[in-house]
């Protein structure tokens, strides 16, 4: 069955540093989304991504936050300038139409110290 | 704006128990439902849809009946098993949308014990 794939697993930076995380959505889908959930809260949308640009993103996504899809694969997702509490659990997610057969990644842990 | 209320967990069950997880929306448009499952240390899989009114949803003996009338959507399973034991996320997309997001509730953690 067609995965999405994360990579790190777990990523530790340092507060201030900027960090990539990246994914591979399922190869026919067409959107794209990224969420968070801090240890032992609800998940919470970031944003989604539609035909090469952003369609809808939350307030949690401010300035320090921007995604890209550099070739025809990847979907990364980077944070300027980290923050404490900015460590949560991130998962990537994709479908085909938009609001139906949403595919979850298995998560990145990023640990801000 | 759209949100999802689960019943505030954990609920602790014994094996072979019948379950019930309640979820209630509110939604602008035309939702489609789903319920997520985290297995400890794991991801969000999706265990069971619904896209429109009256549609059941069901998956691996659990299931969940997409009810307008009282926007609920209520996940079941005759017989949970020490397997189940999760976290369990109802979450609703809205067509009207127009970033498609998922909206979740607040999630749900099932212990099952022997």
């Known amino acids: 069955e067609p995965e999405v794939t994360q990579t790190p697993s777990h990523q530790v930076t340092q507060m201030g540093q900027e960090v990539i995380l990246r994914c591979v959505p399922i190869?026919?889908?067409?959107?794209f989304y990224w969420y968070r959930q801090i240890l032992g809260q609800k998940v919470e949308f970031l944003v989604s991504?539609?035909?090469?640009?952003?369609?809808?993103k939350s307030e949690i996504f401010d300035d320090q936050f921007s995604v890209e899809r550099p070739d025809g694969s990847n979907f990364t997702l980077k944070i300027r300038s980290t923050k404490l509490e900015d460590s949560a659990m991130y998962f990537c997610?994709?479908?085909?139409?938009?609001?139906?057969?949403?595919?979850f990644g298995s998560g990145t842990r990023l640990t801000v110290v | 704006g759209d949100s999802v209320t689960q019943m505030e967990g954990p609920v602790t069950l014994s094996e072979e128990a019948f379950l019930t997880i309640n979820c209630t929306y509110t939604?602008?448009?035309?939702?489609?439902l789903f319920w997520y499952v985290q297995y400890p240390g794991e991801g969000l899989q999706l265990l069971l849809k619904?896209?429109?009114?009256?549609d059941k949803g069901s998956n691996k003996g659990f299931e969940a009946t997409y009810r307008k009338e009282t926007t609920s959507f209520h996940l079941e399973k005759g017989s949970v098993q020490v397997s189940d034991s999760a976290v369990y996320f109802c979450?609703?997309?809205?067509?009207?949308?127009?970033?498609?997001?998922?909206?979740f509730g607040g999630g749900t953690r099932l212990m099952v014990k022997p």
């Open positions: 619904a896209t429109k009114a009256d």
């Open positions: 991504f539609y035909n090469n640009e952003i369609s809808e």
């Open positions: 939604a602008t448009g035309y939702p489609s």
């Open positions: 190869s026919n889908h067409l959107y």
């Open positions: 979450a609703l997309s809205d067509k009207g949308n127009a970033g498609n997001m998922l909206t």
């Open positions: 997610a994709s479908n085909v139409r938009g609001w139906d057969g949403y595919t």
